[in-house]
């Protein structure tokens, strides 16, 4: 018997990946020949086993093939070890199957479902095939050359060898299956052994897959149902069948049409123009989202009940406020129907909605904090936490700790497992930075890395750690003249000012008076006590400061002293700022009335007023002061609040207050 065996194949490609099969097998024993019907046929072939690759090739090549002799058309199967990645795409997944032709393209189709690739979708594609839509995804043993362009996947199977059965038969025709019979079949089915593994393997982890998404589904606290692209119900949680009175096992494969009898209801699941809308579901208010999964046609819908979400916000926001987190007025707490209150909160609410820095500028006790609260209490972040800090109360080094936290052991005295900074604690909600103009450069410094990065180290840490918080600052003095002198960074200013606004001081919202003494009443006092016409006129031609805060101490004054159901004139008598003024016989009060004039002629004149100008000019009045002298009063005024001691140049300024102690009580 002629020990040859004659490959005849299509391509190239295709004779080399059979030859070497046929070689790696049976080379020991038979020599082996091969051809490619697109390369080369010689004119006759006399001798030896003829193996035709398919059937396609048997018929274009049985005429060079003379005489009576067996020939064996090749059944082929898939090359195991390249269709793994087969198994990662999804379920009905369109694919293009492309091959040389369309016999070939539809021959390989028909192999990868015979092989267990039931679940992709395809398409045949060859040379020439017209296509109407570009699909994404393309499978080919070997024939990556003619994969359309459009194609951005494409899964190389390789070239389809020769299968098991066919070797049998080129074994049993040179009586060689005693000698190789036992190895090919053990190759063979140990390479099937191993895809079957891989095939249960991939079914475990699907079903335990399954199983876990069951139970995160079942144990979501809304309800949760899935559509599938034939318009059948696939998934319906236990919230479901409390909303629906309907049991899962009754709901699975029936249509949404038979599953829910409001039309509304059924248009809406079924259109794809609407995100979410409220129903009404037996006694249930439900807040209804269908969301459209983008490989499938899939929906999924979440029904949320809208009464147990209010009172699930309730009880975030009471434990919010156990933490003490929570701003606590409103857009409404604000008191006042003058036109400047009435812009500053039209504007503060627009505010309120953008996510970003916000700077509020401010005389003291004009509400920056109430403004602050209510911008929280408008914006997103209304459900998280609400930090403030005055940044002038505080030194140095405790304001840095409890900004921006440590870890244990970086200092004496740092806490046992370190501490949160106040960054981190708001996160997610709003940082409220009071008197932001009094920290020092160095806290300005690291604020503004906070700031930019939105990233904080704690003192004594080594890793940054994200933070996603709204900071509204809030100032009673002119940030603009602390960046002049050089006591306030602009770069630092610019982000935090990002928005900007002014609250207008009471003495220019004379209208909110009266409004604002009855708010105050009625907070101050339950019982309903009024005040008389008279000392409502005298408490509104009194010279007010701009601070709110003031007004208020005064009528708790009032309401405190007052014994009776009205109020009068004669109870305000022993109130500070109502005091009628003695004639001063005590010089330290002469003093002061002196220096402050002084400060307040120097910076009309001259800009500034340092102690040696005040002294100097003190020689040509009635209280002439040394340098020491000087010093000793001015330490007097700043505790009344009414001077202020600035670094540099500009020597002691007058505050608000020192202005109005002028402007009432004239110069001496
Ligand atoms: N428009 C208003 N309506 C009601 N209460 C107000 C109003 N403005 C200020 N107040 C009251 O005045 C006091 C001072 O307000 P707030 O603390 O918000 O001012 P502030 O500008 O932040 O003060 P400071 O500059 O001292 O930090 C508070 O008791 C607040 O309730």
Known sequence: MNNQVILIAGTEKTRQALHNQLNELLGEYIEILSYAVDEHLPPRLEEGLIIYSSKLIELEASHIVTGERKTITAERTMNYEKIDRLFDLPKGTEVL??????????????TLIKSGMDHLSYRSYYPGARISEAVSTAITPGEVAIVPSFVSEVVDIGVRLIDISTLFEILDHF????????????????????????????????AS????????????NEGVMAVDASGKVTVFNPFMETYTGMSTSFVVGKTLGEVFSDPQLVRFLQSSSEEAKLFSVHSYSLMVYRFQWDRT??????????????????????????????????FRDIVGESFQIEEAKRLASKLAKAELPLLIEGENGTGKELFASAVHNHSKRKHEPFLAVNC?????????????????GSFTGAKKGGKKGLFEQADGGTLFLDEIGDISLKLQARLLRVVQEMEVRKIGGTKNINVDVRIIAAT?????????????REDLY??????????????????????????????????TRKMSPKLMEQLKTHSWTGNVRE???????????????????????GQPLFKKKEPSTLPEEEKQRVILTLIYDLHREVNRASRKLISERSQHSDYPMTEQQTRKVIKELEGQGLVQVKRGKTGTELTKSGMHYIERNGRP
């Not at 610019?494 to 209208?511: A, G, K, T, Y």
């Open 97 to 110: 199957c492309v091959n040389d032709t369309v016999q070939m393209a539809e021959e390989t189709i028909d």
């Open 175 to 206: 009586q060689l299956k005693g000698r190789l019979g036992g190895i090919i079949s053990k190759k063979y089915t140990s390479r099937i052994i191993e895809l079957s593994q891989k095939l249960a393997e991939v079914n475990r982890q699907t």
């Open 209 to 220: 897959l399954n199983r876990h998404l069951k139970q995160i589904v079942d144990g979501v």
């Open 297 to 330: 046609d899939d929906v999924l819908i979440i029904f949320k009940d809208t009464d147990e979400t209010i009172s699930m916000e309730k009880a975030a926001r009471r434990k919010l406020r156990e933490t003490g987190y929570i701003a606590k007025h409103h």
């Open 392 to 408: 002038s109360a505080l030194p140095e080094d405790l304001l840095e700790s409890e900004l921006f936290g440590y870890e244990e």
């Open 476 to 488: 009673n003095k002119p940030i603009r003249e602390l960046i002049q002198s050089g006591d306030f």
């Open 494 to 527: 610019h982000r935090l000012s990002v928005l900007f606004l002014h609250i207008p001081p009471l003495r220019e919202r004379m209208d909110d008076l009266e409004v604002l003494i009855h708010h105050f009443l009625k907070e101050t006092d339950q019982t």
């Open 551 to 573: 007004l208020r101490n005064v009528v708790s004054y009032l309401i405190t002293v007052s014994e009776e159901d009205w109020l009068t004139p004669e109870d305000l008598a």
